[in-house]
């Protein structure tokens, strides 16, 4: 999931984050992200195969802002715990 320059959301599936994020941040990205510049990574999942990547990343579009913001909350308090 990105965190957009505008403070919005934008959540998709790769199996190369870097190089997706990367082109996120250069405006190649998805058409979405090209007009909400900058962006930054917020959170992410590691899945085994990319039908589970699919899925999950449709049951997180289907939440609402707020649980979207919990589950990066949730991510970066795990994070701090481990630092």
């Known amino acids: 999931m990105l965190r957009c320059g505008d403070g919005s ?3 998709g599936w790769t199996n190369d984050l870097a190089a997706r994020l990367a082109a996120h941040q250069a405006g190649r990205g998805g058409k ?4 909400h510049l900058p962006v930054e990574l917020a959170y992410y999942e590691i899945h085994p195969s990319r039908h589970e990547a699919m899925s999950r990343e449709r049951q997180i579009k289907g939440l609402s802002r707020e649980e979207k913001l919990a589950l990066i909350s949730e991510k970066e308090k795990q994070n701090h715990e481990t630092n």
């Open 32 to 35: 979405y992200t090209r007009s």
């Open 9 to 11: 959301l934008y959540t």
